[in-house]
């Protein structure tokens, strides 16, 4: 079973549009992760959630905003595209919420391609 | 030249050889990373250093600060190893969030 799932791997899509990227955890952790990779290979956070708490909020776009039902899921919801969004999106998960990347398990990633 | 070197690109070996990844960066740093992606996709953070050795079961990990280089062993390397294992930078040196990744190095244990 993997362990922070992502979907979708892959997303194309036009300028404009809205679009959300779904995450999901089964580590029983309390904290969840966005971190965007874009394509000089910087990974920088964008939010982190505590037990469906926003506990980090980087400096992102009103566009993005993340979306947590329960602790298990952390979404990512972007409205409005643009073509500077265009990267890999990482969720991660660690049992408490650490504020360095040690005890973080990642997600495979989801590579958002804005056209 | 990458903020983040590592080599060897690929790496095959037979089942219980002593393994070493290296990573060299050109960056100040307040921290290395070394992480570990399975075929699966999921990507687990292995270790953090900011000086000295860590060790955890089989693999070991170094840093050399003033040569600005580190390494990962696996003693007594196993198929269930093979994996990618990517070194990661905490660049600005006051920031733990942003990160320069290498570009990983495939590692493949036959039995």
């Known amino acids: 079973d993997t362990a922070v799932s992502q979907t979708p791997k892959y997303l194309v899509t036009q300028m404009g549009n809205d679009k959300s990227i779904k995450c999901e955890q089964n580590l029983g952790h309390d904290t969840m992760y966005w971190y965007k990779q874009d394509s000089k290979k910087f990974l920088k956070i964008m939010f982190s959630?505590?037990?469906?708490?926003?506990?980090i909020n980087e400096t992102v776009p009103n566009r993005f905003s993340p979306k947590s039902p329960d602790k298990a899921h952390l979404n990512l919801h972007i409205n409005s595209l643009e073509l500077g969004d265009s990267a890999v999106y990482f969720c991660?998960?660690?049992?408490?919420?650490?504020?360095?990347?040690?005890?973080?398990?990642f997600g495979p990633g989801t590579r958002l391609l804005v056209l | 030249k990458n903020e983040v070197e590592q080599s060897p690109q690929n790496l095959t070996a037979q089942e219980g050889e002593f393994i070493t990844i290296n990573c060299s960066y050109s960056?100040?740093?307040?921290?290395l990373h070394w992480l570990q992606q399975h075929p699966g996709g999921g990507i687990v953070s292995l270790f953090m250093l900011s000086s000295g050795k860590k060790k955890h079961g089989r693999l070991i990990a170094t840093i050399n600060i003033q040569e600005k280089h580190s390494s990962l062993h696996i003693t007594a390397s196993h198929p269930r190893d093979s994996a990618v294992y990517i070194c990661?930078?905490?660049?600005?040196?006051?920031?733990?969030?942003?990160?320069?990744w290498g570009a990983g190095t495939k590692l493949i244990i036959k039995p």
């Open positions: 959630y505590n037990n469906k708490e926003l506990i």
């Open positions: 991660a998960s660690s049992q408490d919420g650490v504020r360095t990347l040690g005890g973080q398990y």
């Open positions: 960056v100040g740093i307040s921290a």
């Open positions: 990661a930078v905490s660049n600005p040196p006051d920031s733990n969030y942003q990160l320069i």
